[in-house]
C-alpha cells in the first residue's frame, strides 16, 4: 500500500508568517497533488505535481507556492499566511494516468494547520 | 468553479435502509469517477469506481450507477451499518491529460441503530 507521510501533523502559525508544509512518498508514484479540507467544501486542489521540478496550479492556487524537488517530496509552502488558510492540508499520490490503477489517490494523514 | 457537484451535504439513514449520495459533473473529457470515504479523524481512501465504458459497478453493498448524458453518478450504500457512518466524496477525472481529480463537497452520511 501506498505510503504518503505529511509534516508536521499540525501546526500553529502568526498572520504574515512563512509557513512549510511537507510530503513524503515511498512508492515512485509520479503524481503528487495538495488538496485543502474546509466544511461545506470538500477537497479543494490547490496544487499538484506530475514529475519532479515541475508543478501545476489547481483550482484555488492564491497564497500558495509548491515545490517537488524530487519524485518524493512535494511541499506547500504560504509565504504570508492569512487566517483564511486555516483548513486540514492532505497530500496525495497516485500512479501515472491511464495504468491499471488509473488515478487512485492515496492520502496522507493531514495537517491542521491554525493561523493565528 | 465547482467542477463536480454532489449532494445532499448531510444525510441520515436507519440501519438497514439503501443511502442514496448523488453527483454530478460538467466537464465531458472526465473519464474516471471513483468514491471516497473519510471516517472521523482519518484521510480519504478510495471506495468503489467506474469508467464511463458501463453504467453500473458493484462491490458489495456499494454500487455505482452512472449517466453519461445527463453527466450524473450516485453511489448506493445497501443494507447501511452504523459503521458506514462517514464522509462520501465523489470525484472525477480525465486519464489521457496531465491533470488531477475533482472532488465534490462531501456528503456526511450518519446510520442510526
Known amino acids: 500500500e501506498a505510503a504518503v507521510t505529511q509534516s508536521p501533523r499540525s501546526k500553529v502559525a502568526v498572520t504574515g508568517g512563512k509557513v512549510t508544509l511537507s510530503c513524503h512518498q515511498t512508492n515512485n508514484h509520479d503524481y503528487m497533488y495538495w488538496y485543502r479540507q474546509d466544511t461545506g467544501h470538500g477537497l479543494r486542489l490547490i496544487h499538484y505535481?506530475?514529475?519532479?521540478?515541475?508543478?501545476e496550479k489547481g483550482d484555488i492556487p492564491d497564497g500558495y507556492k509548491a515545490s517537488r524537488p524530487s519524485q518524493e517530496n512535494f511541499s506547500l509552502i504560504l509565504e504570508l499566511a492569512s487566517l483564511s488558510q486555516t483548513a486540514v492540508y492532505f497530500c496525495?499520490?497516485?500512479?501515472?494516468?491511464?495504468?491499471?490503477?488509473?488515478?487512485?489517490?492515496?492520502f496522507g494523514a493531514g495537517t491542521r494547520l491554525s493561523v493565528l | 468553479q465547482q467542477q463536480v457537484r454532489q449532494s445532499p451535504q448531510s444525510l441520515t439513514v436507519w440501519e438497514g435502509e439503501t443511502a442514496i449520495l448523488n453527483c454530478s459533473y460538467e466537464d465531458s473529457t472526465f473519464d474516471y469517477f471513483p468514491w471516497y470515504h473519510q471516517f472521523p479523524g482519518e484521510s480519504p481512501a478510495l471506495l468503489i469506481a467506474?469508467?464511463?465504458?458501463?453504467n453500473k459497478k458493484e462491490d458489495g453493498r456499494f454500487t455505482i450507477f452512472f449517466n453519461k448524458r445527463e453527466k450524473k453518478f450516485s453511489l448506493h450504500i445497501a443494507d447501511s451499518q452504523p459503521g458506514d457512518s462517514a464522509t462520501y466524496f465523489c470525484?472525477?477525472?480525465?486519464?489521457?491529460?496531465?491533470?488531477?481529480?475533482?472532488f465534490g463537497a462531501g456528503t456526511k452520511l450518519s446510520v442510526k441503530p
Open positions: 505535481s506530475y514529475v519532479a521540478d515541475s508543478t
Open positions: 470525484a472525477a477525472s480525465e486519464g489521457n491529460n496531465n491533470n488531477a481529480p475533482r
Open positions: 467506474i469508467r464511463p465504458v458501463s
Open positions: 496525495a499520490s497516485s500512479d501515472r494516468l491511464g495504468g491499471r490503477y488509473q488515478n487512485t489517490l492515496y
